[in-house]
T-cell receptor
């Protein structure tokens, strides 16, 4: 099971771009990289998923280098409501895959 | 299209009582997962179920905990003889049938916060 490492916390200001990097040195060939967002007192919410190169949706972008040993979640122009915990997950790609959450990155956006 | 529904949102039990947590998956989803989150911790997988079958319960404590997902009705996580250490947020997630298992995108409910007095 690929293990992930990400910063415990990050601070930013409204309007800035935030990049959260996750390391997953042991990622397997079949693994996808998935990011979830969790607000206090709520369940995690799927943000974005990718396999390689770059993925973009209406919420974020995900950059994955060729070696896939890391990935970067990019949040453009954050607002106060983006304050949350962000989790990086890597699936084991074997049949069904239960999600393994670490402690995530606590992003605090200030005015 | 309603999301994953969990109830109750908050549950208070005294030591030794039973706790029953309910989860209705999203429409069209037949895979249900239960997770537990302790304060300041990440979510920990407990059990994965499909209709009438437990697929993986490797994260579930061997005693006092059980889960079911009957043919009709919600999935139930049952904790017997609760202790203070069971106090946590319990989240249910669901995923659709036929999804690429390597992708395994799950959709979470708002959770049930169990407090054991």
């Amino acid at each position: 099971l690929a293990k992930t490492t990400q910063p415990i916390s990050m601070d930013s200001y409204e309007g800035q771009e935030v990049n959260i990097t996750c390391s997953h040195n042991n990622i397997a060939t079949n693994d996808y990289i998935t990011w979830y967002q969790q607000f206090p007192s709520q369940g995690p919410r799927f943000i974005i998923q990718g396999y390689k190169t770059k993925v973009t949706n209406e919420v974020a972008s995900l950059f994955i280098p060729a070696d896939r040993k890391s990935s970067t979640l990019s949040l453009p122009r954050v607002s106060l409501s983006d304050t949350a915990v962000y989790y990086c997950l890597v699936g084991d790609g074997v049949g069904y895959s239960t999600l393994t959450f670490g402690k995530g990155t606590m992003l605090l956006v200030s005015p | 299209n309603a999301g994953v529904m969990q109830n109750p949102r908050h549950l208070v039990r005294r030591r030794g009582q039973e706790a029953r947590l309910r989860c209705s998956p999203m429409k069209g989803h037949s895979h249900v997962y239960w997770y537990r989150q302790l304060p300041e911790e990440g979510l920990k997988f407990m059990v994965y179920l499909q209709k009438e079958n437990i697929i993986d319960e490797s994260g579930m404590p061997k005693e006092r905990f059980s889960a079911e997902f009957p043919k009709e009705g919600p999935s139930i996580l049952r904790i017997q003889q609760v202790v203070r250490g069971d106090s946590a947020a319990y989240f249910c997630a669901s995923s659709p049938i036929g999804q690429d298992t390597a992708k395994n995108i799950q959709y979470f409910g708002a959770g049930t916060r169990l407090s054991v007095l």
